[in-house]
C-alpha cells in the first residue's frame, strides 16, 4: 500500500528559557503558525532571530514544525 503526505500546516516554535524556579530550569514555547509552506529553512530562523531579540526572556531554541496529512493512493 502506498502512501502519500500532504502538508496541511508550517509553523515556527520559539523555546525560552525563564531560569530556574523552584530549583527547576523553567521553559516554554510559542508556536507561530501559518508559515507560507514554501518558506526557506534561512528565512524561518532569520524569523526567529527577530522575534527572539525582541522578546523576554531571549528565545533559547527555534524549531520548524510542520502537520502533514497521510493517505493512501489507489
Known sequence: MAVTANVKSVGL??????????????KKS???GDVKSDAT?????NTYKLIKNMQEP????CTKTIAEELMDVA
Not at 516554535?13 to 523553567?26: A, L, T
Not at 529553512?41 to 530562523?45: C, F, P, T
Not at 531571549?58 to 531554541?61: A, W, Y
Open 30 to 32: 510559542k508556536t507561530y
Open 41 to 45: 529553512n534561512e528565512s524561518i530562523y
Open 58 to 61: 531571549i528565545g533559547e531554541s
Open 13 to 26: 516554535k520559539i523555546v525560552s528559557n525563564y531560569g530556574e524556579q523552584n530549583g527547576k530550569i523553567v
